[in-house]
């Protein structure tokens, strides 16, 4: 149940071609996550919670309509309906020069890479989803690895070189997949007879 505080409803502005996206998913978060979506006219989402509504249900229809208007393809923002799955933005405004103009089309164009290498290769590594938008770097993926994703993307944009980026996100892998082998480890020792 939720508080009072939470029983108000959520109101999202979209982008009016993104509303048309939202529009024809409404039923499957509606029916998945408890609550109740209006597509208004002015290109307003707005999110009203059901009497049995968790405020976890509430969050993710909040976290996919937002994944949705930053870019994401329907079926990549729908995975924020599971519990490990998490949206991260990078507000690029906070990176930039403001009195360079062409600096936040350096930013942009040192995540996204020669033909796109840089995005597709921080997503394999880190098996997450990254848009990158006009003011924005969304990231879709479970904590752990956004966490990995993101701290690749700022190294970028911080200037590191693509090569040193890489090698830490092998690195990072290695380690992630190190300790899922302890963990894994660890579980089967209580297991034995």
Same mark, same amino acid.
């Given at each position: ?8 409803? #959520? /109101? #999202? ?53 937002? +994944? ?12 924020? $309906? ?7 933005? #990078? ?16 930013? $942009? ?28 770097? +969304? ?7 956004? %966490? +990995?994703?993101?701290? +690749? #993307?700022?190294?970028? @944009?911080?200037? %590191?070189?693509? /090569? ?8 990072? %892998? ?6 899922? @082998? ?12």
């Amino acid at each position: 149940m939720l508080s009072n505080y939470f029983r108000s409803k #959520i /109101v #999202i502005n979209v982008d009016e071609n993104k509303a048309k996206y939202i529009s024809k998913i409404k039923s499957v978060i509606e029916r998945d996550l408890n609550v109740k979506i209006a597509v208004t006219n002015d290109s307003s989402i707005i999110i009203e919670p059901k009497e049995d509504t968790r405020i976890d249900e509430l969050m993710k229809s909040k976290a996919i309509i937002e +994944a949705i208007n930053y870019g994401f393809q329907i079926e990549d923002a729908l995975l924020l $309906k599971n519990d490990d799955y998490i949206l991260d933005v #990078i507000d690029l405004r906070d990176y930039i020069d403001k009195s360079k103009t062409t600096h936040l089309a350096r930013i $942009k164009g040192r995540v996204i890479g020669e033909n796109g290498k840089a995005r597709k290769t921080i997503e394999e590594l880190t098996d997450t989803k990254i848009v990158i938008s006009n003011k924005c770097i +969304a990231m879709i993926g479970n904590f752990e690895n956004v %966490r +990995a994703a993101r701290e +690749a #993307i700022e190294m970028l @944009i911080r200037g %590191r070189q693509h /090569v040193t980026v890489y090698r830490w996100l092998q690195s990072w %892998r290695r380690e992630l997949k190190r300790r899922r @082998i302890e963990h894994m480890l660890r579980s089967e020792e209580f297991e034995l007879p």
